[in-house]
């Protein structure tokens, strides 16, 4: 991802674009908007990570000297409309830095998908048998 954003600021720096024009957020379709955003004034958050760690154990840690890295922008904080919990595959919140599926709550997520009642039921049921799994391990 920074590589790209490199990549772009090169290319259209000597129209004017400044790097601190360049946010990044998460968004997804189901939220109509995004989740989250970097903040306007500054520019995103890189943090560099072991490689090997995270492809091995899904933990972003701290790298260590002489191992391959990663370079990972941040997608910036959520929303003021929106809640964000890291969640495993059972619905339980994850430690900081853990990899896990992003579960949101929004004023903007969508009721149903257009025209599509077959992708809605399965949606829901998805929620909810997650939610009793959670319901179970509580």
Do not use: W
């Amino acid at each position: 991802m920074l590589k790209v954003i490199i990549y772009f600021l090169k290319k259209f720096s000597s129209y004017g674009l400044n790097y601190s024009a360049l946010q990044t957020c998460y968004a997804m379709a189901e939220n109509v908007f995004a989740v989250t955003q970097s903040p306007l004034d500054k520019t995103p958050v890189v943090d560099e990570i072991d490689r090997e760690l995270f492809m091995t154990q899904r933990f972003a840690s701290a790298p260590i000297v002489g191992q391959a890295t990663l370079k990972m922008t941040s997608s910036g904080h959520p929303l003021p409309n929106v809640k964000i919990r890291v969640v495993d595959e059972s619905f339980n919140d994850v430690d900081e830095r853990v990899v896990g599926e992003i579960a949101v709550q929004s004023d903007c997520m969508l009721t149903e998908y257009f025209n599509r009642p077959d992708a809605t039921e399965l949606a829901i049921k998805k929620i909810t048998r997650r939610r009793g799994r959670r319901r179970e391990h509580s």
